[in-house]
């Protein structure tokens, strides 16, 4: 699977958003692809590296696809993580102020 990790790098490091790449002459829904790893044309990644002045080595990589999908599963495991910490947190406050 094509990722473009690297590409959200070099964004954050420049201090630059998903949507500043529309700058670069791309349509207004095609950043979100990209932070989504979807499917891209070559054009689309045309007009990137000639925004950014980067190779396309530097903004994509290829991944096996099972690791893209336990990298997926440890993002969602995390995410549950954490809002279950919220929760047990909030309960936690709604017991003080119960008493």
Same mark, same amino acid.
């Given at each position: 699977m094509i990722v473009y990790d690297k590409l959200a790098n070099?964004? !954050?490091e420049r201090n630059m958003q998903w949507k500043?790449? #529309? !700058?670069g002459g791309l349509s207004i829904n095609? +950043?979100?692809k990209f932070s989504h790893n979807r499917t891209m044309n070559t054009e689309n990644i045309d007009k990137v590296c000639s925004?950014? %002045?980067? %190779? +396309? #080595?530097?903004i994509m990589e290829w991944i096996p696809n099972e690791e893209y999908e336990r990298q997926q599963q440890n993002a969602q495991n995390a995410q549950i993580a954490s809002i279950d910490a919220q929760i047990a947190e909030l309960m936690a406050q709604k017991e003080k102020l119960q008493k």
């Open positions: 070099i964004l !954050k500043d790449l #529309c !700058k095609t +950043p979100a925004f950014l %002045q980067v %190779q +396309p #080595c530097e």
